[in-house]
């Protein structure tokens, strides 16, 4: 089930809201050019949404509050009237179908219990609204309250039971009707954080014991790279990228995902040649106060500007040999976190500067003021298209783009 | 706030000397209510029964009880009929315009009801509607629907649109979505805006004595009519029953439903 869902040939093509990839009509659940404006309000708030996701998958929808992801979510279980655009389930355009005939199964950010319910209440009511004769609901009702190991609190008022539980009420109530898309909008973000990873993995195994096409909106890319099969990372109302989450995180295709998704070091950088292509694509490139270096990732013709990613935490420190690695730099300030050192480093007299995170126990902390080699390992510096996408991006305009980007540091939000 | 022990004792007092200025009046009436009397006179200097069987001993007044009961009941039905669907179009539908609209709901509440009743009579009159039951409860609806809506929309302000969302994609329609989420969960702030609406027309004067006559006498207007000629302990009786009308009605609500909390809210 990867091939058909990587769906959108490139990056570009789905940002600039490309008429829906031909590869995505095979998905179960496949969005096409979803748009949504408001009246009264400047610009759209989903601007273009094509995507697909494969029966059985769990995508999760990532990107920063405001970003349409909610928006995006309401329009796909129908309680929000697209602009344009269309929703196909298995096939079939559901776009003008009403909520309440979608059999879409829903949990909510909130939960949204009925008060005036007790728990086998609120999960029942789905059955009853399917007319699904008594004895059946019961059995149904009970073995839904299993799945989320809440059967023995079937009588329970919802104003009793905590957050989580809460939560797994609304969950069962969702699945008990067996609908055909599961939709989480921020399902964890009101639980505490030992709970949401307890959570996390719930929804997963419930997820993949039911085997339900589901999608969930987070801001979270712990949850949305932990828990999902598929990553949708949006960003001002437009897919930024589509794909696994390694993928997403080792292969960013734009500066905003490399930023949004992880810690990153930005380096503007100019095409020296192109390694190689396909597949294992690499190219030498020009990176101001480091040096040549090579960098992975399909590059643009000689003499280009470019962006090159540098995780953090792939960067290695020798203060035994400065000049033994890729480039000579500075300590500027070390952090101890625990699990990691976070150290800041300039490159060269007046290079860029550098996060670096070391496990802490492997080396001999380095004060700032020490002078150490700063190297990584083939293959860990990577090409981010650095071409703004068409025009008025936000961070297209804040930095005056990469070339002249005079702070390469990444420190994502 | 902060006191000791006589600050405390100070702040009590106060209490109960505003509550006994507030009770005085009723206090009264409960006492003349059993005068032995044929006027009304304070302090009292006998004691009988004979004005609560007065009261119900005169023809105007039974039938006047009646009128204003049959009256408020229907009233209280109505104000509720209508003012539920109002106040969920106001809190749930979105339309332009929908605040001023909310406004202009409550905007019967700013007109003095004397301005308010002549211009019933003005309008009534002609029809006519004026002693009719038909008018009176018109004229009561119009007073009593603005709180009924206030009351539910209170209710609705605190009731979650999201569990509303929630049942419609477990497949139930506007109608069920109405009857099945919302109504349950506000059916405090209904019952209590009946149970006002049911109390403001029983207790509607000025309204009333524009627009009632002969035929159609609603009970406080009888009474303004009897103690014109006379005054004697039977008004002070029947006023007690009014007022014990009023009190059990308010505890049943409060009791039941809590009238305070969905009042508070609104």
């Not at chain 1, 550098?354 to 083939?378: F, T």
Request: hydrophobic share 45%; with cysteine; proline share 7%.
């Amino acid at each position: 089930m990867t091939d058909p869902t990587t769906g959108v040939p490139s990056p570009t093509a789905a940002g600039a809201g490309a008429a829906g990839a031909p590869a995505a009509d095979e998905g179960h659940l496949v969005l096409r050019d979803l748009v949504k404006t408001y009246p009264g309000r400047h610009g759209a708030a989903v601007r273009g949404v094509s995507l697909s996701v494969p029966r059985g998958a769990m995508l999760a929808v990532l990107g920063p509050s405001g970003c349409g992801k909610s928006t995006t979510l309401r329009m796909i279980a129908g309680l929000v009237a697209p602009s344009a655009g269309s929703v196909l389930v298995d096939g079939k355009d559901v776009t003008g179908t009403p909520a309440h005939h979608r059999d879409m199964g829903v949990v909510f950010q909130s939960y949204a219990l009925f008060p005036h319910m007790d728990v086998a209440g609120n999960v029942a009511f789905g059955l009853e609204m399917r007319k699904v004769p008594r004895p059946e609901r019961e059995r149904r009702v009970t073995e839904a309250l299993e799945l989320v190991r809440l059967d023995h609190l079937a009588r329970r008022r919802v104003s009793q039971l905590s957050g989580g539980q809460q939560q797994r009420v609304a969950l069962a109530r969702a699945l008990v009707v067996r609908p055909t898309v599961l939709l989480l909008d921020e399902p964890l973000s009101n639980l505490d954080a030992q709970l949401r990873t307890t959570m996390r993995e719930e929804i997963r195994r419930i997820q993949q014991e039911t085997g339900i096409t589901t999608v969930f909106v987070t801001h979270d890319q712990h949850e949305a790279l932990s828990m999902a099969d598929r990553v949708a990372v949006l960003h001002e109302g437009r897919l930024e990228q589509l794909g696994t989450p390694q993928e997403i995180y080792e292969r960013p295709a734009s500066r905003f995902t490399a930023e949004f998704v992880g810690r990153a070091n930005l380096l503007p950088a100019t095409v020296v040649a192109a390694a190689s292509a396909g597949e294992a694509a690499a190219a030498e490139v020009e990176v101001p106060g480091i040096g040549r270096i090579t960098a992975q990732g399909a590059s643009p013709a000689p003499g280009e500007p470019v962006t090159v990613l540098l995780r953090p935490h792939r960067v290695v420190l020798d203060a035994h040999d400065p000049d033994g690695g890729i480039a000579r730099g500075t300590v500027l300030t070390a952090g101890y976190t625990g699990e990691t050192v976070a150290y800041r480093v300039r490159v060269g007299g007046s290079g860029p500067e550098l996060d670096v995170e070391l496990p802490s126990g492997s080396h001999r902390p380095s004060a700032p003021g020490a002078e150490v080699g700063v190297s990584w390992q083939q293959g860990a510096a990577r090409l981010v298209p650095a071409a703004p996408r068409s025009g008025g991006d936000a961070e297209a305009a804040d930095g005056g783009g990469p070339a002249g980007d005079r702070d390469p540091r990444g420190g994502a939000a | 706030m902060r006191t000791g022990p006589a600050g405390r004792a100070a702040w009590v007092a106060l209490l109960v000397v505003l509550y006994l200025f507030l009770l005085a009046p009723i206090i009264v009436v409960l006492v003349v209510s059993f005068d032995d009397a044929t006027f009304l006179r304070f302090p009292p200097e006998g004691f009988t029964l004979d004005a609560y069987r007065q009261v119900f001993a005169n023809d105007d007044f039974r039938s006047a009880i009646q009128v204003s009961a049959v009256t408020a009941s229907i009233t209280a039905l109505l104000a509720v009929v209508t003012g539920v669907p109002a106040a969920l179009a106001l809190s749930r539908v979105p339309f332009r315009g929908r605040e001023a609209m909310e406004s202009a709901f409550l905007s019967p509440l700013l007109v003095p009801n004397i301005v308010l009743g002549l211009a019933l009579l003005v309008l009534f009159a002609p029809i006519p509607l004026t002693d009719t039951y038909t008018g009176l409860i018109l004229a009561h609806l119009g007073i009593t629907i603005p709180y009924v809506v206030r009351t539910v929309c209170a209710s609705l302000a605190g009731a979650d649109p999201r569990a509303e969302e929630a049942a419609r994609t477990l497949g139930a329609d506007t109608f069920t979505v109405a009857r099945r989420i919302i109504l349950p969960t506000i059916l405090p702030g209904v019952v209590s805006g009946g149970v006002i609406a049911f109390l403001l027309s029983f207790d509607e004067t000025v309204i009333s004595l524009f627009v009632s006559g002969q035929n159609v006498t609603p009970l406080p207007v009888a009474v303004l009519q009897y103690v014109e000629y006379r005054s004697d302990p039977a008004v002070a009786a029947l006023s007690v029953c009014l007022v014990v009308l009023s009190v059990v009605a308010v505890v049943f609500v409060e009791r039941s439903l809590g009238l305070r909390r969905s009042l508070r809210s609104g």
